[in-house]
Each structure stands twice: as C-alpha cells, then as structure tokens.
C-alpha cells in the first residue's frame, strides 16, 4: 500500500530565507508526486506535480521540487519566502494506474510559518 | 478558469441532524471525491465516484453516505449528525484518464455538529 510521510508538521522561518519542505513516500510501483498548498480557510491549489522527465520540477509561486527515486522522495524547496507563503502544505502520490483510479494519498501536511 | 463549488462554508447543525453537503463542478469532469480534514490527520478519503450513479467507499466512510445523480454535482449526506463529525469538508474533481490524476478542489465546508 502506498503511504506518504511529511517529516515535519510545522517549519518556522523568517522573510527571505530559503526553505525545505520534505516528503517520503511508500510505493512498490512507478507514481506521480504533488504538492498542494492551502492558505487560511480555503481549499487545495496544486503548486506543481511530477509525471515523468525531469527531476526537478518547477512549480507555481517560486517553488520547486526534485524527485528523488532512490531515496522515495519528493522535497519541496523555495529559495526565499514571503509573508504571503505562510500556508499549509500537502504532499500527495499516486500510483499508474492503479485499482483506484485518480485516487491520491496525502501526507498529514507541514505548516509552513514565515515570520518578518 | 476551473471551478468547483461547495454550497456553504459554514454551517453549524445539531447532533441528529440530517445534513447535505452539495458539490459542483464545471469541468464536465467524472470523478469526484469527498474528503474530510482534521488538524493533525490530513485529508481522509470518505467517498468517491467515477461516474453518475456510481459510488466507491473511501478510507473513512462510516455515518456517511453519497448521491451522484447528474455528472457536475456530488453530494454528501450525514444521516445523523454526530459531534465527531465536526470537521472540514473537500470536495475535489479530477478528469478520467487524465495521465497526471490532478484534483482540483473546492474552498471546503466548515461544519460545527453541536
């Protein structure tokens, strides 16, 4: 079964410093990778996806990601934040074609707070 | 621009209360999904569908239920409100097919079961 781990629950930083959001998942077949963000009291925007090519996956707002194969993983990195940034952050998989189609397993979320 | 909606963002009811959550899309999209978020747990899958009339039990779907009669609307229904049903609510939609099975989703349903 596929699972995904988002190693920090909340990161604190400060305006303009660079951050790193990080996600493992479980999988015993090829996936796509996402990351979704929610500010306050709205619904999910995906920030960016991995299908297939390139690692290194360039994503909405300044963000981007790298997929990392050998390691199962699929960190989201911004090389300075904004006040504006301050959101919470879903990693999300799912596998080619599974049994469940279109389905997707989330991560638990990371807060992300950016601080003046 | 894509667009899925969710009939309130708010909504306070009381414990035995039958309650509709409606959903709709304009993307002529055929799956939809209900989630439910809660601080600590991320987003459970309650129901999903691929088509009218179908409907697939998700991760959590117990004390909920669904109705998909037309493509664009979704409903979740809770057929007696308890207070542990006290949660946000997303709804999402996604295309068939689609090589990436990217969701798109609507701004949520607070709901306080009291």
């Known amino acids: 079964a596929q699972s995904v781990t988002q190693l920090d629950s909340q990161v604190p930083v400060f305006e303009e410093a660079p951050v790193e959001l990080r996600c493992n998942y479980s999988s015993s077949v090829s996936v796509y990778l996402f990351w979704y963000v929610q500010y306050p009291n709205q619904g999910l925007q995906l920030l960016l996806k991995?299908?297939?090519?390139?690692?290194l996956v360039k994503g909405i707002n300044g963000f981007e990601a790298e997929f990392n194969k050998s390691q199962t993983s699929f960190h989201l990195r911004k090389p300075s934040v904004h006040i504006s940034d301050t959101a919470e952050y879903f990693c999300a998989v799912s596998d080619h074609g599974g049994g469940s189609q279109g389905n997707l397993i989330f991560g638990k979320g990371t807060k992300l707070s950016v601080k003046p | 621009d894509v667009k899925v909606t969710q009939s309130s963002r708010y909504l306070v009811k009381r414990t035995g209360e039958k309650v509709f959550l409606e959903c709709v899309q304009d993307?002529?999209?055929?799956?939809m999904f209900w989630y439910r978020q809660d601080p600590g747990l991320g987003l459970r899958l309650i129901y999903f569908s691929y088509d009218v009339k179908m409907k697939e039990k998700g991760d959590i779907p117990e004390g909920y239920s669904v109705s998909r009669e037309k493509k664009e609307r979704f409903s979740l229904i809770l057929e007696s409100a308890s207070t542990n049903q006290t949660s946000m609510y997303l709804c999402?939609?996604?295309?068939?097919?689609?090589?990436?099975?990217?969701?798109?989703f609507g701004p949520g349903t607070r709901l306080t079961v009291t």
């Open positions: 991995y299908l297939s090519g390139s690692t």
């Open positions: 999402a939609s996604s295309r068939r097919g689609a090589r990436s099975y990217e969701q798109y």
């Open positions: 993307m002529d999209h055929e799956n």
